[in-house]
């Protein structure tokens, strides 16, 4: 078996989820592959395994929004990683492949792949640890990683600014560092129906439940007139949060064709609440995004990752009876 870590250093959203979902995509259809996650504010406890409801309260925001996406991969949960593995490699189908959502802070388990994701607003080499910056730990923790993502970047970035960033990450040689975008689809709207074009429209509420929603307020803003509503991360919402939704759409967003813009992990929340006639009329509509890998000259992301898992795997099969693999069952090997 592969595992893939997906984490960060920083307090606050970098985009783990939109990344976890293109590793999701690039191996889903190749081999069996699953994703642990903690499932953060979850109700349930111990080791879940999604059993097709998709429910936020039995998984968490981001692995119930996964489960939905992702119907061929096995979404499971747990507080402890190093459990939650076992459990999926005592499984009938056991998995080839193991995201592990979030798991950079931890050490019980050492990933074949680790991938350390840094905002482009707010890399780490410009951050101090808490309580005097943002970082969970220190700087020097970036060298667990093989890959680096600088996230959220431009669509183009200045040769010099790109390589002022790589140096100032201080990367060791067995290290490579990729640039990612982030890509928004048409709004969709909530219920299911045909996307809506934002250059279509009036206005829009924002309406985000998640740490960071300026570059989504960003992009809507670039189409038509934009007022924003931010709740608390990982938000339940509410009958009452509804009315106050409805009001200030009403009172804040003018024009004939308007609409209510939010998150797909807001949309994941608010599609299980229990009463739906307190939505009726509301248009609204979530918006999808995907990430952008940016080309590399050097290397390509895709190829880099690909080749350790297919290879790794390809390995095991072949040695998966021996004592030495039995031993070293649950610990990866870094192959870089």
């Known amino acids: 078996m592969t595992t893939i870590g997906v984490g960060n250093i920083r307090v606050g959203g970098c985009g783990k989820t939109p990344h976890v979902e293109y590793l999701?995509?690039?191996?889903?259809?190749?081999?069996?592959?699953?994703?642990?996650?903690?499932?953060y504010r979850r109700k349930s406890r111990?080791?879940?395994?999604?059993?097709?409801?998709?429910?936020t309260?039995?998984?968490?925001?981001?692995?119930?929004?996964?489960?939905?996406?992702?119907?061929?991969?096995?979404?499971?949960?747990?507080?402890k990683r190093l459990a939650g593995v076992k459990k999926l490699l005592e499984s009938d189908n056991p998995p080839q492949l193991v995201v592990l959502d979030d798991s950079f802070q931890h050490r019980y388990i050492k990933p074949t792949i680790n991938i350390l994701l840094?905002?482009?607003?707010?890399?780490?080499?410009?951050?101090?640890?808490?309580?005097?910056?943002?970082l969970r730990e220190p700087r020097s923790a970036h060298y667990r990683a093989n890959i680096i993502v600088v996230t959220k970047s431009p669509e183009s970035i200045n040769?010099?600014?790109?390589?002022?960033?790589?140096?100032?990450?201080?990367?060791?040689?067995?290290?490579?560092?990729?640039?990612?975008?982030?890509?928004?689809?048409?709004?969709?709207?909530?219920?299911?129906?045909?996307?809506?074009?934002?250059?279509?429209?009036?206005?829009?509420?924002?309406?985000?439940?998640?740490?960071?929603?300026?570059?989504?307020?960003?992009?809507?803003?670039?189409?038509?007139?934009?007022?924003?509503?931010?709740?608390?991360?990982?938000?339940?919402?509410?009958?009452?949060?509804?009315?106050?939704i409805r009001k200030t759409f009403e009172l804040q967003v003018k024009?004939?064709?308007?609409?209510?813009?939010?998150?797909?992990?807001?949309?994941?929340?608010?599609?299980?609440?229990?009463?739906?006639?307190?939505?009726a009329g509301l248009p609204i509509y979530y918006l999808p995004i995907t990430v952008y890998i940016h080309p590399n000259k050097e290397y390509d992301f895709d190829e880099t990752v690909q080749k350790i898992v297919l290879d790794n795997n390809l390995f095991q099969d072949k040695m998966k009876t021996t004592p030495l693999m039995k031993k070293e069952k649950y610990e990866s090997r870094d192959l870089f």
């Open 24 to 39: 999701l995509r690039l191996f889903s259809d190749q081999c069996r592959t699953a994703v642990l996650s903690r499932g």
């Open 46 to 55: 111990g080791y879940v395994v999604d059993d097709g409801s998709h429910s």
């Open 57 to 79: 309260s039995l998984l968490g925001d981001e692995p119930a929004m996964m489960a939905q996406k992702f119907p061929q991969v096995t979404v499971a949960v747990c507080e």
């Open 118 to 134: 840094t905002e482009y607003g707010k890399p780490y080499f410009r951050d101090r640890i808490l309580p005097f910056g943002d």
């Open 159 to 244: 040769p010099i600014e790109r390589h002022n960033i790589v140096t100032s990450l201080k990367l060791q040689p067995y290290q490579k560092v990729f640039f990612s975008s982030i890509h928004y689809s048409d709004p969709l709207p909530l219920m299911g129906g045909n996307p809506l074009p934002l250059n279509t429209l009036d206005g829009a509420l924002v309406l985000a439940g998640i740490a960071n929603p300026d570059p989504m307020v960003q992009h809507v803003s670039g189409h038509c007139q934009t007022s924003l509503l931010k709740y608390p991360d990982h938000h339940r919402y509410s009958v009452s949060d509804l009315k106050h």
């Open 255 to 279: 024009g004939d064709r308007r609409i209510i813009v939010t998150t797909e992990k807001d949309a994941v929340r608010l599609r299980q609440l229990a009463d739906k006639e307190a939505m």
